[in-house]
């Protein structure tokens, strides 16, 4: 079996490479959600920065648990599972308010292509992260690390999501795809915000 430092560095280096990645994906898919008029892409990309928070208190979590994996949660680690729990569901009500005002609006993006692009790396990337992350936490028997690798996984269906309602759009140009992507999104804003918060409250220390 794998040293235990080693596998510890191994869980570091995947909590960065979590947050840089999101920090970029975010960037990009606000942007180009923004410029062109694509809820379900711009929904992403707040997505990938609210991860980044995440991300920070898993990294924090990770350092702790590498010094003394008996030791209490950090009193950041709890707040940053509190915040990350209310930007979900921030994000999930703006989400919402965005599909009311498209369809009163009739508003349609201008295109999905940067949607389809940017969800199928993500895809790619999220699902070798995951795995990466769950074969760690298995060798380490970390709860919390595999638990890690379940909030990746929840960014693959994300990403899923976004495909799909980006693929129908340019395929059809069915004008409500980019809302029906949406609507799922929020779906699983939702399920990600009560995840953190019930983190946040678990007696348990992580």
Known sequence: M???????????????FTIGYNIIEGVVSAFFGYQDDTLALFGFGLDSFIEVLSGTGVLLMI?????????????FE???LRITGI????????????????????????????????????????????????????????????????CTRMCVYMSVVLLISSLIYE???FKYADSIGAAGLVWLSV????????????????
């Open 191 to 206: 399920l990600e915000g009560k995840e953190a918060l019930e983190k946040a409250g678990a007696k348990f220390a992580l």
């Open 78 to 80: 709890i707040t940053a």
């Open 87 to 150: 930007a979900f569901y921030l994000l999930a009500t703006g989400l919402f308010a965005g599909i009311v005002m498209n369809i009163i609006n009739d508003r349609k993006p201008e295109t999905t292509f940067p949607g389809i692009v940017i969800s199928v790396l993500s895809i790619i990337v999220m699902i070798w992260l995951m795995n990466a992350k769950m074969k760690v936490g298995k060798k380490l028997d970390s709860e919390p690390i595999i638990c890690d690798s379940h």
């Open 63 to 75: 350092v702790r648990m590498r010094r003394n994996p008996l030791a209490a949660r950090y009193r």
């Open 2 to 16: 794998e040293n235990e430092n080693i596998l510890y560095s191994k869980a570091f280096r995947l909590s960065i």
């Open 171 to 173: 395929l059809t140009g």
